[in-house]
């Protein structure tokens, strides 16, 4: 088995980046995935005692299938957020000024009017992970479980649709289920998988289009009796993850 794909998402519910190779710490997800969110004018986070809060608090595809109409770039040496539509810049700030964080809440206030509860705000804080689960993790998805998926849907499915770290080859499908509990040696590090992903509406939409298009949740029911699909897993030591390498079970 290795590792085909890394991804992370700077931006709850924006779009993915592509790395060839990434370090990671213990304790801790991928490097700047998931470090910022959108959240409703409603939402009370609180940057100075961050908590972990459910989804529904942030904008999310599983409610709003409009942001993938959008492409998104963090750069981390400039910590600036760029924006594009259609192959055209849209917004761009320096999330790390109040007047980049503005020119970003104010493109995103127009370009999603009727779906926030209240004037979206950018929100961060040091250390704070927005991930679907209170823990810090990464996730992991066969390329085999997306080939059987396939099969199931008899059409050709995204992987980014189910918005992973790490995609791995080489193994049968759903494999990843068998490893719960066990550990993993991943590159220079080492993996402890932890539970399962229960799939939600924002698997249905598709990334390249934006349409609800394939009910992913459904099609996994009737096809295999659950709807989870790929693991969760915690960082236990140093090290470095790159694209191909090799994934050893323990």
Known sequence: MNIAKIYRYP????????????????????????????????????????????????????????????????DDATTT??????GKQVASGDLSTPTGRMLIEQFFSAFMTGETRGNPKLVEAPGHMFSDTARKVVSLIGLASLRDIERV???????????????????????????????????????RVL???????????????????LQIPRLLMDGFRH??????????AP??????DEIKLD
């Open 11 to 74: 931006v709850k519910g924006l779009s993915a980046e592509a790395l060839a190779r990434v370090s990671v710490t213990p304790g801790e997800g991928l490097p700047g995935d998931r470090r910022y969110a959108l959240a409703h004018g409603s939402t009370a986070f609180d940057p100075t005692a961050p908590e972990w809060m459910a989804k529904h608090n942030f904008l999310m595809l599983a409610k709003n299938e409009r942001l993938a109409k959008l492409d998104t770039k963090f």
């Open 81 to 86: 957020l760029t924006v594009m539509r259609n």
């Open 153 to 191: 849907a008899r059409q050709p499915v995204d992987p980014i649709r189910f918005r992973a770290n790490l995609y791995f080859a080489g193994d049968r499908p759903w494999a990843e289920f068998e490893w719960l509990g066990r550990e993993l040696t991943v590159g220079s590090t080492r993996l």
């Open 195 to 213: 539970d399962k992903i229960d799939r939600c509406a924002a698997t249905t939409v598709n990334p390249k289009t934006a349409e609800r298009d």
């Open 227 to 236: 709807v989870d699909c790929g693991v969760y897993a915690q960082v236990l």
């Open 239 to 244: 090290g470095e993850i790159a694209e191909g």
